[in-house]
């Protein structure tokens, strides 16, 4: 490649307007491989034993699949991300497994996006769905339908809050007790007081707490 004539033709850039340059573009795993070919082909091509070289291009081999899986399962995640986010637009929640991205396009659809809220927060949730035994967005579905999530925001926490907040609150209302006794932070003495003074808000402002629980989870809905 070489630069364009406009701009060989600015002062700065007059000393490169004959040059060429080359531009490799490859994989981490090329890349290692042409640092170990270098090192040993190269230099030592004539005095590498015939054992040696047969191991070389073993690992050659492998490098090269290797590198062919890696795309194979980076072209799969996003054609599994796609397919997530499609049967969520068409109502198929039970073919959607619980992942961030999936959780994202259903809360989306269903509480309104909140561009606030990091990948990572997604990734947190899902844990705690994970944890609490969800395997698909059906069964989260089954879990929150019929709650109104500005309601139960603005009963246990005074005001609207966030996406995540608000499913939370959410869970919360359909799970009742199963909610805090199996999160992730059940072992914490001021996640549990802080959850069942939130339970025990949900009831002053007669809002009907649940006990939802995941068939995974093998206790009663």
Known sequence: MKLKKNRTELPEYVRFRDLIA???VR???QHAWAE???DIQYHLAETIPAAIRRRFMTLAGLLEIAD???QAIQDADEQFRAAARKSVQLGKLGEVEVS???LKAYLDQKLGSDSRISDWSYEWTVRILLRL???NLQQVEDCISGYDDDRISRAVWGSRQGQLTRFEGLLLAGMGE????NHLWSNQDWFVRNEEQRLKRL???GIKVGNYQPISAGAPR
């Open 22 to 24: 080359e531009v490799q």
């Open 27 to 29: 994989t981490v795993l």
């Open 36 to 38: 170990i070919e270098h």
């Open 68 to 70: 062919r899986e890696f």
């Open 100 to 102: 961030p991205d999936a």
């Open 133 to 135: 035994g969800f395997t």
């Open 178 to 181: 199963a909610f805090i006794r």
């Open 203 to 205: 009831a002053e402002n």
